[in-house]
């Protein structure tokens, strides 16, 4: 696990380093990934169904808030339903409507919900959805979940049903409105989804934020199982015809998920946990404390040994030699220079010249410089 939490660590200073250049790729994926799905389903107009104009799509929304790509992916998919019929493309704005004055009045800032919804359930995983919201979302998350649901219920109807509705006279239209409107919203498998996805958010949510040891392991694992019981008595009540390979794979994908957020969101160590008590003038407070998982990181010293320098071994008697013959004071035969007439000798000359010598020898032992 500590290897998991340097990682952790090696990946949020990167990510820190360039946010902003990192929060542009990402949402250009995002971007992209929505039109191209928009339109694989819906995508009857075929000038705004090719690449190049998802392309283009998607680098505009790059350089605008989240919230913006929401409403591009809203107005591509009223243009391809209006290529398909004018009463479809009125229902489908009517209901649009509905939706942003839910979405803007209780989930403003839920744009990624919106837009991660439809992507979960073209990769076929869209049980991660209610796990990961109520890991690391409030419940008004729930709004954003609910309309992106709809909003694929819908263009897997007008898939489906495009053979029939294009081709439609006007006398037709306001009975293709009502039956596209009765077909959404009469599918079972829609509010068999959304019902265990209601439950599955509040089961994690409310197990995440409980103080018993491995919270969040707990609360994914029991809105999981919640999830599959709720998908299946649905299944067999109702007689939905579920995919079971998707539902275990969407489970198993869930549980991934749900260990990364923790990782990254949620990293304590419970065998340090501790139990305090506090008091005051009106109440006894009982605190439950674990702290986070911190791993120092290693740092790498390199010392450095210089090689050792071999001694010069010195010759005294030469030294001496240099030294009297610089001064003018040695004789012939490296005797004592001799005095001139009227001059004292000095005693302490030799110690002087002895003193020096032993300083050099020092200096060219330790590598000392003048």
């Given at each position: 696990m500590d290897s998991i939490y340097v990682l952790r660590g090696r990946l949020e200073e990167l990510y820190g380093r360039n946010s902003k250049v990192y929060d542009k790729v990402l949402q250009f994926i995002l971007a992209m990934a929505t039109f191209v799905?928009?339109?694989?389903?819906?995508?009857?107009?075929?000038?705004?169904?090719?690449?190049?104009?998802?392309?283009?799509?998607?680098?505009?929304?790059?350089?605008?808030?989240?919230?913006?790509?929401?409403?591009?992916?809203?107005?591509?998919?009223?243009?391809?339903?209006?290529?398909?019929?004018?009463?479809?493309?009125?229902?489908?704005?009517?209901?649009?409507?509905?939706?942003?004055?839910?979405?803007?009045?209780?989930?403003?800032k839920m744009a990624l919900i919106v837009l991660l919804t439809p992507i979960a359930f073209s990769l076929k995983i869209p049980y991660v959805i209610p796990v990961a919201c109520g890991l690391v979302a409030s419940p008004?998350?729930?709004?954003?979940?609910?309309?992106?649901?709809?909003?694929?219920?819908?263009?897997?109807?007008?898939?489906?049903?495009?053979a029939s509705i294009e081709g439609a006279d006007i006398k037709s239209m306001l009975s293709q409105a009502t039956d596209y409107v009765s077909k959404v919203f009469q599918n079972k498998e829609l509010w068999v989804v959304i019902?265990?996805?209601?439950?599955?958010?509040?089961?994690?949510?409310?197990?995440?934020?409980?103080?018993?040891?491995?919270?969040?392991?707990?609360?994914?694992?029991?809105?999981?199982?919640?999830?599959?019981?709720?998908?299946?008595?649905?299944?067999?009540?109702?007689?939905?015809?579920?995919?079971?390979?998707?539902?275990?794979?969407?489970?198993?994908?869930?549980?991934?998920?749900?260990?990364i957020l923790e990782v990254f969101f949620f990293s304590v160590d419970y065998t340090r946990g501790e139990k305090l008590?506090?008091?005051?003038?009106?109440?006894?407070?009982?605190?439950?404390?674990?702290?986070?998982?911190?791993?120092?990181?290693?740092?790498?010293?390199?010392?450095?040994?210089?090689?050792?320098?071999?001694?010069?071994?010195i010759n005294t008697e030469a030294v001496r030699r240099k030294s009297g013959a610089a001064a003018g004071k040695a004789g012939k035969n490296n005797r004592r220079p001799v005095p001139r007439k009227g001059q004292a000798v000095k005693k302490h000359d030799m110690r002087e010249v002895d003193k020096m010598l032993l300083t050099q020898s020092l200096r060219k032992d330790l590598n000392l410089r003048d």
């Amino acid at each position: 696990m500590d290897s998991i939490y340097v990682l952790r660590g090696r990946l949020e200073e990167l990510y820190g380093r360039n946010s902003k250049v990192y929060d542009k790729v990402l949402q250009f994926i995002l971007a992209m990934a929505t039109f191209v799905i928009i339109n694989n389903n819906v995508g009857f107009m075929k000038a705004a169904a090719t690449p190049v104009a998802a392309f283009v799509l998607a680098v505009v929304c790059t350089f605008l808030p989240l919230s913006a790509t929401v409403v591009m992916a809203t107005a591509l998919i009223l243009l391809h339903m209006y290529s398909v019929s004018l009463g479809i493309f009125a229902m489908t704005a009517v209901l649009f409507l509905i939706m942003y004055i839910f979405y803007l009045r209780l989930a403003p800032k839920m744009a990624l919900i919106v837009l991660l919804t439809p992507i979960a359930f073209s990769l076929k995983i869209p049980y991660v959805i209610p796990v990961a919201c109520g890991l690391v979302a409030s419940p008004g998350s729930l709004i954003a979940v609910m309309c992106g649901t709809l909003v694929r219920s819908m263009m897997e109807y007008v898939k489906k049903a495009s053979a029939s509705i294009e081709g439609a006279d006007i006398k037709s239209m306001l009975s293709q409105a009502t039956d596209y409107v009765s077909k959404v919203f009469q599918n079972k498998e829609l509010w068999v989804v959304i019902i265990a996805f209601v439950i599955c958010f509040f089961v994690v949510f409310t197990l995440r934020r409980a103080s018993m040891d491995h919270a969040w392991k707990v609360a994914i694992i029991v809105g999981i199982i919640a999830n599959v019981i709720v998908i299946v008595a649905g299944d067999i009540a109702l007689g939905v015809h579920t995919s079971y390979g998707t539902l275990i794979g969407g489970s198993i994908a869930s549980l991934i998920v749900g260990l990364i957020l923790e990782v990254f969101f949620f990293s304590v160590d419970y065998t340090r946990g501790e139990k305090l008590q506090f008091e005051d003038d009106e109440y006894y407070y009982y605190v439950k404390a674990v702290p986070k998982v911190s791993i120092a990181k290693s740092e790498k010293t390199v010392k450095r040994i210089n090689e050792r320098q071999e001694t010069e071994i010195i010759n005294t008697e030469a030294v001496r030699r240099k030294s009297g013959a610089a001064a003018g004071k040695a004789g012939k035969n490296n005797r004592r220079p001799v005095p001139r007439k009227g001059q004292a000798v000095k005693k302490h000359d030799m110690r002087e010249v002895d003193k020096m010598l032993l300083t050099q020898s020092l200096r060219k032992d330790l590598n000392l410089r003048d």
